[in-house]
């Protein structure tokens, strides 16, 4: 079976830094391509990051030079080093399994709370 | 940047009717649209992809059309578990992939 399991968020302050894991099962990491999408509350979806299997990797212009997408193939887990953060990066957090630009599966979410 | 607009925000139906949504891409976008269900406190769940293709374990009062820049969802008859928001999201010429900022189908 297939599971995602986020970790890592809470409350941090402006301009402060975090990383958020994403522990995979039921399949390998490095071998897909692995997404972070935020969601700010009440808000829409929103890509972030994405690395792909064959180590590529590509952001979004919102968090692009702060935010740093990684993988450890022998942990098989996905992480998301966000720096410099901002209250506009205040999100539910999700990693997701990404097949050709279709999220397949998803994690739980962890929440990122940038404030004072 | 591809832009997604869904229409309408809001749609108020019972059960057992048929829902319409709609998503429309800036440009065209091919087939390379799929479709997200959300529930409150939930991760989105996979739909729909290339605009009519049910994902694994979805029912087939689900279904997509669509090519281009128009796209449609359609539930054919409302259970108590489809009222959710429902999220349309394009993957032409990736990254970035967008989405659009979903229709919240409720209880009439």
């Known amino acids: 079976e297939v599971q995602l399991v986020e970790t890592g968020g809470g409350l941090i302050q402006p301009g402060g830094s975090l990383r958020l894991s994403c522990a995979a099962s039921?399949?390998?990491?490095?071998?897909?391509?692995m997404s972070w999408v935020r969601q700010a509350p009440g808000k829409g979806l929103e890509w972030v990051s994405v690395?792909?299997?064959?180590?590529?990797?590509y952001y979004a212009d919102s968090v692009k030079g702060r935010f740093t997408i990684s993988r450890d193939n022998s942990k098989n887990t996905l992480y998301l080093q966000m720096n410099s953060l901002r209250a506009e990066d205040t999100a539910v957090y999700y990693c997701?399994?990404?097949?050709?630009?279709?999220?397949?599966?998803w994690g739980q979410g962890t929440l990122v709370t940038v404030s004072s | 940047e591809i832009v997604l607009t869904q229409s309408p925000a809001t749609l108020s139906l019972s059960p057992g009717e048929r829902a319409t949504l709609s998503c429309r891409a800036s440009?065209?976008?091919?087939?390379?649209l799929a479709w997200y269900q959300q529930k409150p406190g939930q991760a989105p769940r996979l739909l729909i992809y290339?605009?009519?293709n049910r994902a694994t374990g979805i029912p087939a009062r689900f279904s997509g059309s669509g090519s281009g820049t128009d796209f449609t969802l359609t539930i054919s008859s409302l259970e108590p578990e489809d009222f959710a928001v429902y999220y349309c999201?394009?993957?032409?010429?990736?990254?970035?992939?967008?989405f659009g900022p979903g229709t919240k189908v409720d209880i009439k």
């Open positions: 690395i792909y299997s064959g180590g590529s990797t």
């Open positions: 039921g399949f390998t990491v490095s071998s897909n391509y």
């Open positions: 440009q065209s976008v091919s087939s390379y």
């Open positions: 999201q394009q993957r032409s010429n990736w990254p970035p992939v967008t």
């Open positions: 290339d605009a009519s």
């Open positions: 997701a399994r990404e097949n050709y630009g279709d999220y397949d599966y």
